[in-house]
């Protein structure tokens, strides 16, 4: 069928995936302590490190799950979401076979599920231990990822035209996740082809015509997997890591190179408990039930992944090597001296969109390229979360503006301040003791994602609890980068990298790290037909391209500050406090600091140079003044 | 029942083997019922399914052939040992009832041991102890036993199973030798604690499996009692023969043939015949503290039995002993392949409250931090440092600029001052705790310093002004939606109880929330009364609090109080206020600048080689809370009092009251804190002097009477400097002049009032120091102002 056609029709990626497995199989039926596992382990990791290999794997993110061969070697683009205890399996194990009592030594590793006849009272059992993760794929991840990343695939592998990712589907998902952000009557014109009554459960359709059992599409229904953001679609898995687990952390982003398993023995092992009475083992009437679901949920919905191999992801962005920038100096030296031509593109496309205002549209190009690169103590480097007021509230401008950027940044997500959603949506991760698992919220996001907050959407009216709390979290993140993830008993703090841009009419209630004013060129009766014109321009695919690729490159450059450099920046300082002390503060003087280093860095300059300094000084000023201009205007802007 | 449909095991009738064997210990045949209820064989030994099913497990002969034989005679010979250990049960027996006879500790400090003579074997102190209350545990710390006998601490590590029933014969053996008249309800059992296999719970991995471990955590979750059958009472329904089965590795075997009519299947279970004991689940949580940044706090289920049920609630802190297990998953016999993994959990022997002194306030830190002599040595060669002091404040917070006496002040209060117990006098506790406010200008890392300092202790908590409520600081009743029990949630208050509770946005908060603060920094104390509740809860916390001004900026020209506006019963209750304002300097700002550009490009290698390490810094404040606690020389009571009748005198020139016993309070615990930093155990004359420095700056900035340029204590004590007090009361009385001039008016309009004493006075009149004469008026019942008008009482 469809596995082996794809298998068949490139011989390469067969023998690779192929190969590796028969290794690893045949090794684990003689069990010897020769290392067979090193070595195999080491054979993949240098096949995979061979160029373009790992396109050739099969990736969970973009094949439906009935179409991976079970036990073959897949990948996986994750987040991190929860980490399960350790756990101990039987390493090596003895089976007796019943008829000939002949005994057999097995491997265990890579496995869920034991062969027949385990003799439980063996001597040479091995009891190994080994943790698992619960990952998610990445929270966010705008649809122009995931299909660059899988056109990567199937054009490496020439798949036939009855191939398991019709476009149409694909094209739905994105639909499904326009759906949450954006109101009925902004439906892009591009979104027209849809079929209408198609958006709803798509996915879960297609999936249940091909997984037959119905007792499981049951219980999928109120299985929650638990996606750190609402809409989410996609496979989460379990990952079962068995060598330096301790490297690994909460929301790190990874690839996962491992072997798929999906024995339906997972799941009738998991029915069969919740059937039979708690009474049958006391120690094991101890789960709960609802622990026993989160924890071994079945596996056609949730497969095992035995990891062998994971790199970590430094961005998402499919259009940049995945290697490390240092070893790609070709592609690095040819991007960064055309970085000053693209911001200078990019900078026009941003004054359009922001409706003529050349001053924020730079302000916009520092912020997506922001990223926190080092933490002094608990002061986080380099953030710089911008607050955009003055954002027209007619011709939902604020969710028009979040799909331009929705389709610039490799993930992103948008959230609606309003009254509503701050009372009731879980912001903050919390740990569900009955479950034993950690709850997702909104907050538990992968490095230098988006967060647009828009809080033209937020009304007059009453915060409960809740929703104090929820405010209080954004502005921890805002200020400290960090969430603290409520353990019922006691907080506890992880760090993150969010970039977060808040889109309000006056200033925000919420901190930010620089504001400004938006001064649109466009008289308001003209809104309307100008924001037309931003979607109406048919951005050429690779025009855009070019813009995903310098956003994420301008953010993987090093930065320094030559020693001169540094002493005429002191100088400046200096003089500026003689003239007028208050007119810049400590404060100040780090938030320049930081405009310098991204304005350097979105020229794709890695060093500051004193041109930089000034021109960083200069729309620094030219933003304080239109804030002071504004604090005249209105004279309750505190 | 299901579990009935194995296969029958067949059952060994007890009196076949050899009763004195330990392996035969417990069995319920044991139990006599006979009159004489004292001595070993009186006493019923009562099961220990803490230990698992240990009964079957036989002894073989080490030097015999055939592997595996079961020696009916246990007392054959030394050569003997427990199946799988390398345990032998005279010796062990031997070694542990020496151990019980000999074992000292002289410079023992656990509390348990108080009221024993220490130099008398500790452990026959104990059974005596026994003897007299009849509780019959003895809890047996395994690191007595290692320095006694590391052979047998070895052996008790590795085989808890067979070694503890051993223990628990020597034990009684010993115990009914010297007290045989006593009567127990049941025999001895030794728990052992304190096993220093394994401390974290991260650190569990196969090799622990069925060793006696010890971890510390959280506890999260109880289960509901669970009743767990130990032995089936079963009763032929032919002939009512009746028969009891034990349980053997959790299954009790159905008997299938009735042994006196020989009819199959005839027997049936007698429910309240059979014996059952208590279990519980526990699920155990790795403290936040053990766990490495980054990751999720791992879990442990632990099973409690018989008295251990019930002992632990969710939200303690345990260090739980116990014996790890794993136990295969359930062989299904309709399924040929089984899921290949092992379900884990901790059969515990004892657990220790790491917390329960904070409620008793006996002692500080229960969990003390341990410290490798390496560690130790770097700390004490730290604290030999002449600039240890500059050294330690210069590590606090690198970030944040300058500020040298903040962060002094602030490292003062991480040591704190020595806690002392005046109880018996009826003064209570003394506040050992600094309490230090920063007021200043938004945007001077104010906020950052607290953030530092929440993350520098072990008990920090961080609250918001503005979002906290009086019952998030404090505490609060909640309805467990399991149990239906009440339970006390305890706020960042009484969380932060031997530590730091740092309150941002100070100003913001409601006064009703901050009403709960006047208990918590001079008493130490938190009373609670609520839905029935009403207790008082330990607060030994230091506050740390950052407050704005009123207006956005600072305004030089008035005092702190008139600045902030919160009350001064509140204000006088820190030790320390300090202001953190902009210096406007230019070689300050050139360092500024200098300080803030290198933040930003110097990578982080360089940067620690800098500062000392925040770890280091860490431990040295945990070690020098722990175990340094300076009393005042001679030397430095003098300077303190000098100190103190200095600043009395200060303000007696200008008639005013410039320093309250207060103040001497606070300098003391600056001084004791000074020493503690030197890691000296004596409060010297440097210490009082560095403590007056840090004060007198601290209300140099704080207390300075912007009309007079003085530093007026009464600013902060009574909210109002002298002056300005002295000045309310010329124009209230200059006020009462001009009304009484105008003769029998009733009423008058308060405009043409302020209108009249502004005309008639020298210096200008503002409106507030009017309205503030004519409620001082007021209050004399002389006038009431209603609205606009102000009228004349009789």
Redesign the interface.
């Known amino acids: 069928d469809l596995c082996t056609h794809i298998h068949t029709d490139n011989p390469h990626s067969e023998t690779f995936t192929e190969l590796c497995l028969l290794d690893v199989l045949a090794a684990s039926q003689n069990n010897s302590n020769s290392g067979w596992e090193t070595k195999a382990v080491e054979f993949f990791q240098d096949q995979l490190k061979e160029r373009d290999t790992h396109t050739l794997v099969p990736s969970l993110n973009d094949v439906p799950l009935h179409y991976l061969k079970p036990n073959s070697l897949v990948k996986f683009r994750c987040l991190i979401q929860?980490?399960f205890?350790?756990?101990?399996?039987?390493g090596v194990?003895e089976t007796v076979d019943p008829s000939t009592k002949t005994k057999m030594l097995r491997c265990?590793k890579y496995?869920?599920?034991?062969?027949?006849?385990?003799d439980?009272n063996s001597r040479n059992t091995v009891?190994?231990?080994r943790q698992t993760f619960y990952c998610v794929p990445i929270p966010g991840e705008n649809p122009w990822v995931k299909e660059i990343s899988s056109s990567c695939l199937t054009e490496a592998r020439v798949v036939p035209s009855t191939s398991y990712a019709p476009s149409r589907q694909k094209r739905s998902y994105e639909e499904d996740d326009d759906m949450d952000t954006q109101p009925q009557k902004q439906r892009e014109p591009h979104a027209g082809m849809k079929i209408p009554s198609e958006h709803h459960g798509n996915g879960d359709c297609k999936r249940q015509e091909t997984e037959a059992p119905s007792s499981q599409t049951a219980s999928a229904s109120h299985l929650d997997l638990n996606f750190p953001l609402p809409g989410e679609k996609g496979p989460s898995c379990l990952v079962k890591v068995y060598e330096d687990w301790?490297r690994f952390?909460?929301?790190d982003t990874l690839e996962v190179y491992g072997i798929l398993s999906v024995s339906p023995?997972?799941s009738?092992?998991a029915d069969?408990k919740d059937a039979?009475?708690s009474?049958?083992?006391?120690?094991?009437s101890?789960e709960t039930a609802e622990e026993q679901r989160v924890h071994s949920p079945p596996a056609s919905l949730v497969p095992r992944l035995h990891m062998l191999h994971a790199k970590p992801l430094p961005h998402n962005n499919p259009l940049l090597p995945s290697a490390a920038l240092e070893d790609n100096s070709a592609f690095l030296s040819s991007t960064l001296s055309e970085m000053a031509s693209v911001r200078e593109e990019i900078l026009s496309y941003f004054t359009h969109v922001l409706l003529g205002d050349a001053l924020a549209a730079e302000y916009l190009i520092l912020h997506l390229i922001s990223n926190v690169y080092?933490r002094?103590?608990?002061?986080p480097?380099g953030k710089f979360t911008l607050n955009l007021s003055g954002c027209p509230t007619v011709a939902s401008y604020t969710e028009r503006f979040y799909q331009i950027i929705q389709q610039l940044v490799p993930s992103s997500h948008y959230l609606a301040m309003s009254l509503q959603n701050m009372n009731q949506m879980r912001l903050v991760p919390k740990k569900d003791?009955?479950a034993?698992r950690?709850v997702s919220g909104a907050l538990q996001l992968a490095r230098n994602t988006s967060l647009f907050l828009d809080e033209t959407q937020l009304e007059q009216g009453q915060l409960d609890t809740t929703g104090?709390?929820n405010v209080?979290a954004l502005g921890n993140l805002i200020?400290?980068q960090k969430v603290d993830y409520d353990?019922?008993?006691?907080q506890?703090?992880?760090?993150c990298n969010i970039n977060v841009l808040i889109a309000s009419e006056g200033r925000s209630l919420l901190p930010s790290d620089c504001q400004i004013h938006l001064q649109p060129q466009v008289a308001p009766s003209h809104l309307e037909e100008s924001l037309s014109s931003i979607h109406m321009h048919p951005q050429a695919s690779s025009q855009l391209n070019k813009f995903r690729i310098y956003l994420s490159m301008a953010r993987l450059l090093d930065?320094?500050?030559s020693d001169e450099v540094?002493k005429s920046?002191?100088d400046d300082?200096?003089d500026m406090?003689?003239d007028d002390?208050q007119s810049i503060?400590?404060?100040d003087?780090?938030r320049m600091?930081?405009v310098a280093?991204l304005l350097s860095l979105s020229l794709g300059q890695t060093s500051?140079s004193r041109d930089s300094w000034l021109r960083a000084k200069h729309i620094e000023m030219l933003r304080r003044s239109r804030m002071e201009q504004h604090k005249c205007v209105n004279g309750n802007e505190? | 029942m299901s579990c009935f449909d194995q296969p029958p095991i067949l059952h060994v009738q007890p009196n076949e083997v050899d009763m004195s064997s330990p392996l035969m210990y417990g069995t319920p045949s044991s139990r006599v019922e006979g009159t004489p209820r004292s001595g070993v064989r009186g006493t019923p030994a009562r099961q220990r399914p803490d230990l698992g099913s240990v009964r079957k497990a036989p002894q073989v002969d080490l030097h015999s052939d055939t592997d595996g034989a079961v020696a009916s005679e246990p007392n054959a010979g030394q050569r003997l040992v427990i199946w799988g250990t390398d345990v032998n049960v005279g010796t062990c027996k031997e070694k542990f009832q020496r151990f019980l006879q000999r074992f000292t500790d002289p410079n023992s400090t656990e509390d348990e041991n108080a009221g024993l003579d220490l130099n008398e074997p500790l452990y026959m102190q104990k059974l005596e102890e026994i003897s007299v209350v009849g509780d019959p545990v003895l809890n047996v710390n395994c690191r007595h036993v290692q320095s006694f006998d590391a052979e047998l601490y070895r052996q008790l590590i590795c085989y808890p199973q067979e070694v503890i029933p051993t223990f628990d014969m020597a034990v009684n053996e010993l115990f009914f030798e010297r007290f045989p008249d006593s009567i127990l309800e049941y025999q001895i059992q030794v728990r052992p604690y304190n096993a220093l296999k394994t401390r974290n719970m991260r650190s569990l991995n196969p090799e622990d499996i069925d060793q006696l471990i010890t971890i510390s955590g959280m506890v999260i979750r109880t289960s509901q009692l669970i009743p767990e059958m130990q032995e089936g009472f079963f009763q032929c329904q032919v002939c009512a023969y009746s028969t009891r089965v034990e349980v053997d590795r959790g299954r009790i075997a159905e008997p299938a043939v009735c042994r006196n009519c020989n009819n199959t299947h005839s027997l049936a279970l007698v429910h309240n015949r059979s014996v059952f004991s208590d279990k519980q689940m526990i699920k155990v949580q790795e403290s936040p503290e053990d766990m490495p940044a980054g990751q999720t706090p791992h879990t442990t289920v632990v099973y409690a039995h018989n008295d251990l049920v019930d002992k632990v609630q969710p939200g303690d802190r345990v260090n739980i002993t116990g014996i790890y297990r794993a136990v295969p998953m359930r062989v299904n016999p309709r399924q040929n392949n089984v899921k290949s993994v092992y379900k884990t959990h901790i059969d515990a022997i004892h657990f220790r409250k790491t917390d329960e002194k904070r409620l008793h306030g006996l002692d500080e830190e229960a969990e003390q931090k341990l410290f490798t002599e390496d560690r130790v040595q770097t700390l004490k060669e730290l604290a030999a440092k002449p600039d240890v002091y500059e050294r330690l404040s210069s590590a606090l917070a690198p970030s944040i600029y300058e500020h040298e006496d903040i962060k002094k002040g602030i490292l003062l209060q991480l040591f704190g001052g020595t806690r002392k117990d005046f109880s018996q006098t009826g003064r209570g506790n003394f506040r050992a705790e600094v309490n230090i406010l920063l007021c200043g200008d938004p945007g001077t890392s104010k906020s950052q310093l607290l953030q530092y300092v929440y993350n520098l202790v072990p008990r920090g908590q961080y609250t918001s002004g503005k979002g906290s409520s009086a019952v998030g600081l404090t505490a609060y009743v909640m309805k467990d939606p399991e149990t239906r029990q009440l339970v006390l949630q305890t706020g960042a208050l009484v969380l932060s109880d031997n530590g730091i509770c740092c309150i941002d946005e100070f100003d913001k908060m409601s006064d009703n929330t901050r009403s709960v603060l006047h208990e918590v920094m001079e008493q130490q104390t938190l009373s609670i009364a609520k839905a029935g509740i009403i207790c008082q809860l330990n607060a030994r916390t230091a506050v740390l609090a950052a407050a704005n001004p009123v207006e956005s900026q600072w305004n030089p020209k008035k005092t702190t109080i008139e600045n902030i506006q919160l009350p001064h019963t509140l204000l006088s209750r820190f030790d320390l206020i300090f202001l953190m304002l902009d210096p406007q300097d230019e070689a300050y700002d050139r360092r500024l600048a200098h300080h803030l550009v290198s933040l930003y490009y110097q990578s982080e290698e360089q940067m620690e080689e800098e500062f000392l390490d925040m770890a280091v810094l860490k431990d040295y404040i945990a070690y020098a809370r722990t175990y340094i606690s300076p009393r005042l020389s001679e030397e430095a009571s003098q300077a303190l009092i000098e100190a103190y009748v200095d600043m009395r005198k200060i303000g007696s020139g200008r008639g005013m009251v410039s320093a309250y016993p207060r103040q001497l309070e606070s300098l003391i615990r600056l001084a004791e804190a000074h020493a503690k930093v030197r890691f000296s155990e004596k409060v010297e004359s440097i210490d009082v002097e560095e403590a007056k420095r840090l004060h007198r700056e601290a209300l140099k900035q704080s207390a300075t009477d912007p009309r007079t340029g003085f530093v007026d204590i009464s600013i902060l004590t009574t909210g109002m400097s002298a002056t300005a007090r002295k000045r309310k009361e010329e124009v209230a009385q200059a006020l009462k002049k001009l009304i009484q001039a105008k003769g029998k008016t009733p009423a008058m309009k308060y405009q043409q009032l302020l209108d009249d004493l502004r005309g008639q006075s020298e210096t200008a009149i503002t409106k507030e120091l009017f309205d503030e004469a004519l409620r001082a008026l007021a209050d004399e019942d002389y006038l009431t102002v209603t609205g606009k008008t102000v009228r004349l009482l009789a």
């Open positions: 929860d980490m205890d350790p756990e101990f399996y039987m194990y265990g496995k869920d599920v034991t062969e027949c006849g385990v439980f009891t190994a231990e301790d952390k909460l929301n023995a997972l009738a092992l069969e039979s009475s009474l049958l083992d006391p120690a094991e101890m080092s002094r103590d608990v002061l480097l003791y009955v034993n950690l104090v709390r209080t200020s400290w353990f019922n008993y006691h506890m703090e992880f760090p930065y320094s500050i540094t920046v002191e300082f200096v406090r003689k002390p503060s400590a404060e003087l780090h600091l930081v280093r500051l505190p």
